[in-house]
């Protein structure tokens, strides 16, 4: 069970993680103009 909950981690981390990489560019890019 513990592996299973760290697994839902690293998955909720991976999303977070691609979550800034595409908010990111969205906020240099409002910076910018």
């Known amino acids: 069970m513990n592996r299973k909950k760290n697994q839902n981690l690293e998955n909720l981390l991976l999303l ?7 908010l990111v560019p969205l906020i240099f890019g409002s910076s910018h103009y």
């Open 16 to 22: 977070f993680f691609l979550v800034i990489a595409l």
